[in-house]
């Protein structure tokens, strides 16, 4: 592992970046450090200043751009932190590709999905125009095999393609709830070896939706007729969907009508699918650049207390939609047509990490009316400063291409640089880097395994958990066997109430909850939010059907959820480590670092 550097960074963090991030040699050896790589990224965006402004001063807004990253207040998606500056440069991290129904169309689009997860993005498709199993093929006069048997030639061909060489494939596969193989599609992940390189989540209507309240029918229509093949129960559609996602996480929904009274562009035609987390809505050929500010790094101490630094957040997002507008302008394009659709909407993502630390640090329980209005009130702040930046840029730099006919075109509003701003990704790996607590989440659990390389354990003990624990003199092994065995501190006795109650864990928290504050950061963000709905193994089906209800009434756009223990491998896991080897591996990793 990389110890030799000047930035603070954890053990974990070194060891990530040296795996997936630090470019290397032809003999796979690291050839840079952390520092390095983070002037190395600020550099590369930095250089589009000039494109605009031939009297610009990049050397200021490089250091702008490094500072930010390098103090992990903001990091950029993986693919630029990969592959700016370097010999790809493909920077993006979200894409939608379309699928037609027909085989030149169908294999086209995995040709070109495959160009693109080997740079690193992720991609996301809508099989919905692909006729139903055993429709008419006319040119051969057989039948059709349907949108499954194509996703999993899909599924294949990602499995053989590692993105960017450094990392598994990944793609969301989405159905409308009206495609007469919906229910062959809701039940294609039951047997957790299938579609592994794939997301599925079903394209739910408005009018599915009050069908399931209702108890009304619901009709599937055959895509190449247009025509009703078969009319259900909706309500048996929709548990159906409830008891797969039930039993293994999927299929999620997406909440399609949601999304698309949101579609920032509708004269260039629906969205029909998202990227492979759900967080990101797009055209066909879309792509999107995706970045997150550290939400614990945005709290200071006055007089004794602490309190949101609003100063210090603005200028973060200054920075950060300057650096994310930037990535389109210096991004190298795989296929004309995504160059062509994401510079003429130029949307970015802006979205946080550390929500669950911020609120820790704030003394506010994440299952609380606080914790509530936080999300509001920061999520809205971020939206505003970030819309004023664009505003800004627009005057720098021109509206984006598409922006007559858009829903921003009215008279007296501003004009903007960006078809959308804000989005609140899951930030898996880049969390790690910078420390802090996944996206929205609450603390998964105070210790566990994170599972990030193939072969590879990454230990996690909550920083500000050790750091309150040792402060109360409770920290040590007893007390770290006891979090394991439990899963969680609620009810322990010999651990003070005010550390109990601020340390709930994503278990501890009832699914309510978990989608309330999905829900509040949903009110101010432009595209969608990745926030997964963890639910312990004694969940029940009936809490599965309320959360997904109660996502669509609150106004989400999609939700995920997922039971523990329901898959083989979790990517996040307990009850691996020893206690005393948690604690010998932490002293260890401290005196190495302070070395």
């Not at 610009?56 to 693919?79: H, S």
């Not at 699928?99 to 996301?124: R, V, W």
Request: hydrophobic share 40%; aromatic share 6%; charged share 20%.
């Amino acid at each position: 592992m990389i110890v030799s550097t000047g930035l603070r960074l954890s053990p974990n963090a070194l060891y990530i970046l040296e795996k997936r991030y630090l470019l290397k040699n032809e003999r796979r050896e690291v050839i840079e450090t952390p520092e390095e790589l983070f002037h190395r990224v600020a550099k590369n965006v930095a250089a589009a200043d000039a494109i605009h402004n031939a009297q610009a001063n990049v050397v200021e807004r490089e250091e702008q751009f490094y500072q930010a990253m390098a103090n992990l207040e903001f990091l950029p998606n993986t693919p630029t932190l990969m592959n700016a500056g370097a010999v790809i440069q493909q920077l993006s991290a979200c894409f939608v590709l379309p699928i037609e129904d027909s085989l030149e169309s169908i294999f086209e689009t995995l040709k070109n999905a495959a160009i693109i997860q080997h740079t690193g993005g992720g991609t996301g498709f809508s099989f919905s125009h692909i006729r139903p199993r055993g429709d008419l093929v006319r040119t051969t006069k057989g039948l059709a095999s349907g949108p499954l048997s194509f996703l999993q030639i899909y599924d294949a061909m990602t499995e053989t393609i590692r993105q960017g060489g450094t990392r598994r494939g990944a793609n969301m596969g989405v159905l409308h709830c009206a495609h007469p193989d919906v229910l062959e599609f809701i039940t294609a992940k039951r047997k957790p070896e299938k579609l592994t390189a794939f997301n599925l989540s079903v394209a739910v209507t408005d009018e599915f939706m009050r069908a399931v309240e209702l108890g009304g029918n619901h009709a599937l229509i055959n895509p190449r007729t247009g025509k009703i093949a078969q009319t259900l129960p909706a309500r048996r559609i929709f548990e159906m969907m409830v008891e797969n996602a039930w039993h293994g996480g999927e299929p999620g929904a997406i909440f399609i009508d949601a999304i698309n009274r949101q579609n920032p562009t509708p004269k260039l035609g629906p969205i029909e699918a998202t990227n492979p987390c759900g967080e990101q809505p797009l055209l066909p050929y879309e792509s999107c650049n995706l970045g997150s500010i550290n939400l614990g790094k945005m709290v200071s101490t006055r007089n004794g207390g602490r309190a949101i630094d609003y100063r210090k957040l603005a200028k973060t997002v200054g920075t950060a939609i300057r650096f994310l507008d930037n990535v389109i302008d210096v991004n190298r394009y795989q296929l004309p047509q995504i160059e062509q659709m994401t510079e003429g909407n130029r949307k970015i993502g802006l979205g946080v990490m550390g929500f669950a630390d911020m609120l820790i640090l704030l003394g506010i329980p994440y299952d609380s009316e606080r914790a509530l209005e936080i999300a509001e009130d920061v999520m809205s702040f971020i939206q505003r400063e970030a819309r004023k930046v664009s505003a800004e840029l627009a005057k720098e730099r021109g509206a984006f291409p598409n922006f007559a006919g858009s829903i921003y075109d009215r008279p007296r509003g501003p004009r903007l640089r960006n078809a959308t701003v804000t989005t609140v990704a899951p930030t898996g790996t880049i969390s790690i880097i910078a420390d802090a607590s996944s996206g929205i989440e609450p603390i998964f659990a105070l210790v566990y395994v994170r599972r990030v390389v193939e072969g590879e354990d990454l230990l996690v003990v909550h920083p500000i958990f050790r750091q309150m624990a040792m402060e109360a003199g409770i920290y040590g092994p007893d007390l770290l066997q006891t979090v394991m065995q439990r899963g969680s501190i609620q009810g322990l006795s010999g651990i003070p109430e005010n550390i109990r109650r601020l340390f709930v864990t994503a278990f501890d928290v009832a699914p309510e909850w978990h989608v309330r504050i999905q829900a509040a950061f949903q009110k101010h963000v432009d595209n969608a939010v990745s926030k997964t709905i963890n639910l312990p193994a004694s969940a029940t089906v009936d809490q599965v059907r309320e959360a997904y209800v109660l996502a669509y009434k609150l106004g989400c756009k999609g939700i995920t959820v997922f039971r523990t223990g329901t898959r083989g491998r979790q990517v996040l896991d307990l009850n691996i480590w020893c206690p005393s080897c948690i604690i010998a591996r932490e002293e260890a990793a401290t005196s190495e670092m302070q070395r």
